[in-house]
T-cell receptor, first 118, second 112 residues
């Protein structure tokens, strides 16, 4: 199985809602990532988990809260979002990641969750 | 700030022609990768070239890397309609927190 799955595909939420995005991979990868992508822009890294530990947080606002329950799952909890947070949220995984001595290798991306905040 | 800048930002060519996209970056890197993204979907890894490599091939793709000029190019030969997509370079660099940074991307359109 060389697939990264993400649910839901689309999400519309109000600024007071709490929701979660989910990501799953069964390739035995030890690094997982969350990216945010606005229209016609490149993906921007948000968080990196390496061996189930948060290794990079790109100064993301606390209204985004990542969670890695196990090596196959990655969640992104959303609370009190703003309309400018509307974007495509991409999850990715790679065999290894994190640390100065390791190369990230290729990343496998999920199809993304299209988030609209009203 | 963006690590990679790509040019052109948009490219439209006839099916069957070759397409060349360029990527420039600012700091030393460990490797450089190219990804493709079809409209509004996830990215697909195309090729990875390490900093000690100068050229790499994969099917109709040819990637070059010039670390002295801090630049890379992606050549797609004999283009097909299915190659229509956005193409991003991504650099992984040495730092206290190694991470991948995507370039601004090139939108490629193949005319039938």
């Amino acid at each position: 199985d060389t697939e990264v799955t993400q649910t839901p595909k689309h999400l519309v939420m109000g600024m007071t809602n709490k929701k979660s995005l989910k990501c799953e991979q069964h390739m035995g990868h030890r690094a997982m990532y969350w990216y945010k992508q606005k229209a016609k822009k490149p993906p921007e890294l948000m968080f990196v988990y390496s061996y189930e530990k948060l290794s990079i947080n790109e100064s993301v606002p606390s209204r985004f809260s990542p969670e890695c329950p196990n090596s196959s799952l990655l969640n992104l909890h959303l609370h009190a979002l703003q309309p400018e947070d509307s974007a495509l949220y991409l999850c990715a995984s790679s065999q290894e990641g994190g640390g100065q001595a390791k190369s990230y290798n290729e990343q496998f991306f999920g199809p993304g969750t299209r988030l609209t905040v009203l | 700030s963006q690590q990679g800048e790509e040019d052109p930002q948009a490219l439209s060519i006839q099916e069957g022609e070759n397409a060349t996209m360029n990527c420039s970056y600012k700091t030393s890197i460990n490797n450089l990768q190219w990804y493709r993204q079809n409209s509004g979907r996830g990215l697909v890894h195309l090729i990875l070239i390490r900093s000690n490599e100068r050229e790499k091939h994969s099917g109709r793709l040819r990637v070059t890397l010039d670390t002295s000029k801090k630049s890379s190019s992606l050549l797609i030969t004999a283009s097909r309609a299915a190659d229509t997509a956005s193409y991003f370079c991504a650099t992984e660099r040495w730092s206290s927190a190694s991470k991948i940074i995507f370039g601004s991307g090139t939108r490629l359109s193949i005319r039938p």
